[in-house]
């Protein structure tokens, strides 16, 4: 049933009487936690996706996110009941929905200028299959000003013209591994739309789903802007603190103390230094400003530089426990996703460290638990699980994984030619650590 337009209250109704079918396009990380939710909310969900083994895969009804497992269950019964499928087919989609999510990747091209391309792509096959009263939500991250400018004439050129289908930006603002808590239970959804109605539609549908209720902004621009500013905001408070750690080091005291200290003042709410800051949102999101606008972006540019610059750092400390060169050392890194539990390695600190430890000369290791061998040697270490190594000269934990955690580092010293240990993410205890006969170094301690 066609929805743009209706009063609120009868969205509702009809959402969850089963009524409306809605696209989803893009089943990833983000996109299959969305699409099972609205399907196990009532509505008929077509997931739609590219990759035919994702599609294979979701309608034989399994999950092939491995960082939300309650979302193995709530695939699982929709794809039985019949409530969700999914299919290759593009324009299949939008011929046979009301309703069309997108929530596929946005990049940076080599020049850091926003790369649309996907979505742009997504939207034109939408077009082919737009009719009176569909509605469309944009969930990806995009630079303010896209759904206006860029996916409204799209969407036209299907012949239909504003007002005779509605439009939103309905940012995600979840993070990888807690999805499914956050677009159901944790916080709001904010969404804006290109007319009143629009924004009045998005309302509707999301509180469905959402049980902390939705946020209508004036229009789709300001909804982008709220998205892209809240990563922003995290990639510059993560540069405060990577710098003031730095700053501490010289002084002779304990970042991390002082930072614990400072923030129990309302006020301060200072990040975690580390050793870098990856993944496809924080360090991609503050070039939808910095090379869409004309005003001074000066402040968001360093914050890039300096925590680009972490890992480059982090290298120098390791020279420098090891009195200089790194050619032939044994290195072994820990983690080459770029957060612990989480399986994506774009712009990854580990991944980076990997490349810089190869360029010094050294023979690079490395293990992930969520990464194979191929996965791992695709980045041009040596696999190896570290209780298995021999003779390392230094191990940095470049990613916080839990297994982390339960390492026997008394053991590993044994097997070490020589003892030096990195953390780069805060995840070791240095007095533990140094009680056993270890050369320690963490960010800011
Ligand atoms: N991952 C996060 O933590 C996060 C958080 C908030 C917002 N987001 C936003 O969500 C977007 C998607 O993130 P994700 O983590 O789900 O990405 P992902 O890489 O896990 O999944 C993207 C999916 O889109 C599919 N796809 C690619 N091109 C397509 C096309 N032309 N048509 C249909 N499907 C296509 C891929 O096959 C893949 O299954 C991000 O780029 C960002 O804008 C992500």
Same mark, same amino acid.
């Given at each position: !049933?066609?929805?743009?337009g209706l009063?609120k209250n009868k969205?509702?109704?009809?959402f ?15 996109g299959l936690?969305?699409a099972?939710?609205f399907a196990?909310?009532?509505?008929k969900? #077509?997931?739609? &996706? ?5 599609? &294979?895969g979701v309608?034989k ?9 309650e979302?193995?269950?709530i695939v699982?019964k929709?794809?039985?009941n019949g409530r969700l499928?999914a ?5 299949y ?8 999510i997108?929530?596929?990747?946005t990049f940076?091209? /080599?020049?850091?200028?926003p ?10 096959? $939408?077009?082919k299959g737009l009719?009176?009263?569909? *509605?469309?939500s944009l ?7 896209? /759904?206006?400018? $860029?996916?409204l004439p799209?969407?036209?050129a ?6 005779e289908?509605g439009v939103?930006h309905?940012?995600?603002?979840? !993070?990888?591994g807690t999805v499914l =808590?956050d ?6 959804k904010?969404v804006?739309?290109i ?9 509707a549908?999301?509180?469905v789903i959402?049980?902390?209720?939705? $946020?209508p ?8 802007a709220?998205?892209?500013?809240e990563?922003?905001?995290?990639d510059?408070?993560i540069?405060?603190?990577n ?5 501490c080091?010289? #002084? ?10 400072a923030n129990t003042q309302?006020y301060s ?6 050793c870098g800051v ?9 070039y939808f400003?910095i090379?869409?606008?004309?005003? &001074? /972006?000066?402040?968001?540019? @360093? ?6 610059? !972490? ?7 390791i020279k420098? @426990?090891?009195?200089?060169?790194? *050619?032939?050392k044994n290195?072994?890194v820990l983690g080459?996703t770029? =957060? ?6 774009r712009?990854?600190?580990g ?6 430890l190869?360029e010094s000369g050294? =023979?690079?290791?490395?293990?992930d638990p969520l990464?194979s061998?191929?996965?791992?040697e695709?980045f041009?270490a040596?696999?190896?699980?570290i209780e298995?190594?021999? &003779?390392?000269?230094a191990v940095?934990?470049?990613?916080d994984?839990?297994e *982390?955690?339960s ?5 590993i010293g044994k097997? !070490? =030619?020589n003892?030096? @240990?990195i953390?780069g993410?805060?995840?070791?205890d ?7 006969? *270890?050369?320690f170094?963490?960010?800011g301690?």
């Open positions: !049933m066609k929805i743009y009063e969205i509702i109704e009809v969850k009487a089963g009524e409306i079918t809605v696209s989803v396009y893009g089943l990833g990380k983000m936690p969305l099972a939710v196990d909310k009532g509505a969900v #077509i997931g739609v &996706d590219i990759d035919k083994k994702v599609v &294979d309608n009804g399994t999950n092939h996110i491995p960082e939300e497992p979302l193995t269950k699982e929709n794809v039985s499928c299919t290759t087919d593009l324009v989609g939008a011929k046979n929905s009301e309703v069309m997108i929530i596929v990747p940076l091209d /080599t020049n850091n200028n790369d649309l391309s996907i979505v742009t792509s997504v939207c034109k096959s $939408i077009s009719e009176v009263g569909d *509605f469309v969930e990806s991250t995009v630079p303010p000003r896209t /759904t206006h400018d $860029i996916i799209i969407l036209e299907s012949g239909l013209k504003k007002g289908f939103a309905c940012p995600e603002r979840t !993070m990888s =808590r677009i159901t239970r944790a916080y709001p904010v804006g739309g007319d009143a109605e629009s924004t009045e539609t998005a309302e549908l999301y509180s959402n049980e902390k209720g939705v $946020i902004v004036k229009d789709a621009t300001t909804a982008e709220v998205k892209v500013v990563g922003v905001y995290r510059v408070n540069a405060l603190a710098q003031l750690a730095l700053v080091e010289e #002084i002779g005291i304990n970042a991390m103390e002082v930072f614990k200290v309302p709410q200072l990040h975690t230094p580390s990856g993944g496809h949102c924080i360090p991609v999101y503050p400003l090379k869409t606008v004309n005003r &001074d /972006t000066s402040l968001l540019e @360093l914050a890039r530089k300096i925590n680009d610059g !972490m890992a480059r750092y982090t290298l120098e400390k420098s @426990l090891l009195n200089g060169g790194l *050619f032939e290195i072994l080459l770029y =957060r612990g539990g989480v399986k994506e390695t712009k990854s600190p991944v980076s460290l990997v490349k810089l190869k050294a =023979r690079v290791f490395a293990y990464l061998l191929e996965e791992v695709e041009g040596k696999y190896v699980q298995k190594a021999e &003779d390392l000269d940095i934990i470049a990613s994984h839990k *982390f955690k390492i026997d580092w008394f053991e097997r !070490m =030619r003892k030096v @240990l953390d993410t805060q995840l070791v240095p007095e533990q650590i140094k009680l056993n006969g *270890f050369w170094y963490g960010i301690r």
